[in-house]
């Protein structure tokens, strides 16, 4: 099986000893790196809705987006975003063997890169998905990247010889994969917090708990979609009346607490 998710705006730029590889979209990332460094502050509020001072970084990293960027400059895909899926993924905590394993299982989506391995080297930025930014392939990145992205996740399925992607990204970023390129059979969790037997889904446990799954398959070595049907983290509970084909729904209490 594959798994994506989300990346984050939130980076830690902690120094990581890991042996990193090389993203399989560069050369697009580094045209996308290349419009960005030509927008005014202006431009970059409006198009991601930042405020002066995150308008004012972000453009400072685009600025300093190097083809040959120094190894300081660089930090793995898993360990770089900071956000609340990877409170749940907890990736600085796998075992070398389990990150290897999600080298080849796991797949992070991203505006700029496109997509990225766990260990996959990626400079500073932040570039949403649903960020309407023009290039020369469209006026939007979902047209910038068209097929490439499904094209990349369906070979590396096939590479570890599965049909079956589990989707733990958000729509915005999961937009991005055209179903009709992916040619894979989706299966897409939500989670959902019981409050007074009334389950609702609350996002901010909800991206915990996909990046928490991710770390489930990830940990138990899940080849198969019935095998997620045993996520239990956090208290969470495979609800089958609630759930519907390829789409599975977990509850919890929702006084449980945070998803780790």
Request: aromatic share 8%; with cysteine; hydrophobic share 40%.
């Amino acid at each position: 099986m594959l798994v994506v998710i989300s990346p984050a705006k939130r980076l830690d730029w902690s120094e990581r000893k890991v042996e990193m590889t090389e993203p399989e979209l560069l050369a697009d990332a580094g045209r996308l790196a290349k419009t960005m460094r030509n927008l005014t502050l202006k431009d970059l509020k409006g198009l991601m809705g930042l405020s002066d001072d995150l308008a004012k970084l972000n453009r400072d990293r685009f600025r300093a987006f190097s083809e040959e960027p120094l190894p300081e400059d660089l930090r793995p895909a898993a360990l770089a975003f900071a956000g609340d899926t990877y409170l749940g993924l907890e990736a600085a905590s796998l075992e070398p063997e389990e990150m290897a394993w999600a080298q080849d299982h796991l797949r992070i989506l991203s505006g700029l890169y496109g997509v990225l391995r766990p260990l996959d080297a990626m400079q500073a930025y932040r570039l949403e998905m649903g960020s309407r930014l023009k290039t020369r392939r469209g006026k939007s990145l979902y047209e910038y990247w068209r097929d490439d992205i499904a094209k990349a996740l369906r070979v590396q399925a096939e590479a570890v010889g599965s049909d079956v992607l589990i989707n733990c990204a958000s729509q915005e970023y999961f937009g991005a994969v055209p179903p009709k390129a992916l040619k894979l059979r989706i299966v897409t969790p939500q989670f959902m917090e019981d409050k007074n037997g009334t389950p609702k889904i609350v996002s901010f446990f909800a991206k915990r708990a996909r990046g928490a799954m991710a770390r489930f398959i990830i940990q138990n070595r899940i080849v198969e979609p019935e095998g997620i049907l045993g996520f239990d983290t956090g208290g969470y509970e495979y609800r089958a009346d609630l759930s519907e084909p390829d789409k599975p729904v977990f509850v919890r209490p929702a006084d449980a607490g945070p998803v780790s």
